[in-house]
């Protein structure tokens, strides 16, 4: 079965899978029973082509509109702003001189001479009633008067399917309406015949059956769609640095509103259409819109910014001008049919195992049938009865006819895809409530056969709450363990070499300094910068007073490949100067001189050179992150357009920031080591810093390899190929090695790659890895939209949570699987076997649509929802290449199926005497025995699959409420079966001593289950 699966099913992967590959195991499944419910939760390949090429025409449009615009610049800048504009009179009623059409048309057909007619960006804010530095003011009346204008920052979004939209998909399945098709003439001949309401006894236990097992399947699919309303919910919570009334603060991209401003950085996704107000190096990426893969500079010469792009470069203030479903990308968002997400192998694998077993099925049904009616005939032939048909006799093949669909029903587990669904559905929600959000189905399950975790050290392993704990400045290496230290260190340093430090940490910023509502100054940025900008400010630096003093001319923002930002800024008579920080090592081998104890600039000795690195070796010993301050003085001509210098610089000074480590990382290193999980760390920090934080954590061992970015990019293959099982940790990585690295593993070393990431540069990365998992906190929207996962608190221990979620979810549903193989093979063998030697089937219609239930829909709410547990991460990973259904789950089954089988062909055999039944009603209580048998046998199998190898299968039980309400609901339901509703059921009240003796020959199953597990077998 599994070389099978393999070869029709296995060409869908985890991501990025091959519409040819999706679409081929699609003809493999052929004809199902419901294809609505079975195929609910795959990608819909047409749809998804039809929406690919509405994007592709609406991309060439806006592109031609784009290169249009560009073309026309250079003839409009020369002419004479014209305004033609009349505002609407309900617009001008409001306060506003522009309306949302015409706001509309100029952002997105980036029209410049429209903008000149409205005055330029600042005549735009100005009639949007906005400041460009205070943003909008708070009056709630005037914000809602605004968003009746202008509208809300929201999309267009498909309605959630009610309840019955779920019943009537249910009523979908083909063997269902063939059943009610029986169950319709069953009545009619059955009331002709014997009159109402005895003849109508069997048609109506059809119908109830039908409408029990559609109203059961129809709430699990509608509870598990709310799940995933409530997960797409979570992921669409994206917030934007908005300046409102004067104060900087967070906001939800759906709360904006025309004249807001935005400040957006690198890895930002655009909220809405707007227009550049002020900022730096702004480069942004519009392929998602136009298909461009060339960055487009925004300055203002070009302010205009459309929703959906996303900054690649540089930071800016932005005003916001069209929302919601009238900015380009919400257009572009409503001509796109809903393709859905693609399909996860697991779900496959099982269509795959659904397929074999419904061909299977229908073969024994066919075969049935014809045994069953080749009994009546030969008997009608004996009888010499064969020209003359009664009612009885219509009614006994209509009832064989039912018992045959009702076997393809049964034998058909359409619930086996969907038991995936169900389980990653639960897992997701659990996750959420761990601090993970998976964003794609297959991560769940993909994350259950990782090998390998590569994670980022900042944030991740370490708390990312920074502080500068130690300087070297002028020669002096001070430590700063409290408010106190830092500023002696400012009476001690001469008050030039002040001047130079306070410019340097409060100009070379990506950071803030604002005061919040309540009027306390916050600082805002990243941890690095917060910790640089805090020691600045503990020196008695103003941060305010250092901004105005100086122009800022050109910024460079930080850079993961150089490891370094710079600023450029004219200072107060007109001179220029460059301020650079970075990486210690790559700064400092960019510096000629130093400022020595007295402040004064002296060239930097390879003595003194060597002291500073063997300074920068000590901090980072220390686990400290360093960073070098350094600056240069800029020829008067330099110019924005002009590269900021690389060399040549005087050190300012080196800082030694602490990160500490988060608690429970070295816990949870220990059980990935434990569960077969190879942690990698992979930082742009210092090799020293890195391999101290690594040796804390418990991932550098001995034996295994520290490396550097540089020297791991000039290995050859045959290097890399013996190098890379050895690496433990790669310092100074560039988001190009963490990407090779991931891409070794994966392909030469066939591991099952997570990895983390939260800057923009680590998109390939995380594209690339089987798993890519963003920081919630510190990712960026780029990051966060290339991931699978989001690890909503950065943590390292969420990782782990994350890997035996996933490995609950592989297990669940094997263990489904299990249980559910094991009462189709009994149930096939069974009634075929039956038929064909005793010319009858001993479970009827009813009968069947109840045991199916038992195994679908319940036993998939039973088993696939089992909570994960510490055993879990004992075990070695399944990795790329290890068998689904595995020769443990034979062993179980084949040993349960044997018993199984064996009870009740006996029990048909000898039943009567074993349980001394006697009189016209022996028939009829006996097959209600082998009913009520063959059901208890399943009640005890379920508890059985909660453990596939373990014996103890009693563990932990009363803590799954679900399971404990399954088994509980379905024994009641039994006796209501069995006790009350015979007529229907076929079935006859049972004493106290045949229930026991039912339940003890289904109890007999576990003894047996657990000596059938000390059965050795491979583990493949």
Known sequence: MESYLKENFGGVKAKHSSDEALGRWRKVVGVVKNPKRRFRFTANLDKRSEAAAMKRSNQEKLRVAVLVSKAALQFIHGLAPQSEYTVPDDVNTAGFGICAEELSSIVESHDIKKLKSHGGVEGIASKLSTSASDGLPRSRRRLAIRQEVFGINRFAETEARSFWVF?????????????????????????????????????????ASILLVVFVTATSDYRQSLQFKDLDKEKKKITVQVTRNGYRQKLSIYDLLAGDVVHLSIGDQVPADGLFLSGFSLLINESSLTGESEPVAVNAENPF?????????????MLVTTVGMRTQWGKLMATLSEGGDDETPLQVKLNGVATIIGKIGLVFAVVTFAVLTESLFRRKIMDSSYLSWTGDDALELLEFFAIAVTIVVVAVPEGLPLAVTLSLAFAMKKMMNDKALVRHLAACETMGSATTICSDKTGTLTTNRMTVVKAAICGKVKEMESSADTKSLFSELPDSVMTLLSQSIFNNTGGDVVFNKDGRREILGTPTETAILEFGLLLGGDFQAERKASTLVKVEPFNSAKKRMGVVIQLPGGAMRAHCKGASEIILASCKKYLNDQGSVVPLDAVTMDHLNATIDSFANEALRTLCLAYIEVDDGFSANDQIPEDGYTCIGIVGIKDPVRPGVKESVAICRSAGIAVRMVTGDNINTAKAIARECGILTEGGVAIEGPEFRTKSAEELNELIPKIQVMARSSPLDKHTLVKHLRTTFEEVVAVTGDGTNDAPALHEADIGLAMGIAGTEVAKESADVIILDD???????????GRSVYINIQKFVQFQLTVNVVALIVNFSSACLTGSAPLTAVQLLWVNMIMDTLGALALATEPPNDELMKRTPVGRKGNFISNIMWRNILGQAIYQFIVIWYLQTEGKWLFGLEGENSDLVLNTLIFNCFVFCQVFNEVNSREMERINVLEGILSNNVFVAVLSSTVIFQFIIVQFLGDFANTAPLTFKQWINSIFIGFIGMPIAAAVKLIPVGSK
Not at 179 to 187: G, I, M, P, T
Not at 305 to 317: A, E, F, P, W
Not at 795 to 805: D, E, G, M, P
């Open 167 to 207: 019943v009537w998909e249910a009523l979908q399945d083909m063997t269902l309406m063939i059943l009610a098709a029986c169950a319709f003439f069953s009545l009619v001949v059955g009331i002709a015949t014997e009159g109402w309401p005895k003849g109508a006894h069997d048609g109506l236990g059809i119908v």
């Open 305 to 317: 910014l459309l929703s959906g792009t996303k900054v690649q470069d540089g930071s800016c203030k």
């Open 795 to 805: 943590n390292f221990s969420t990782i782990v949570t994350v890997a035996k979620w």
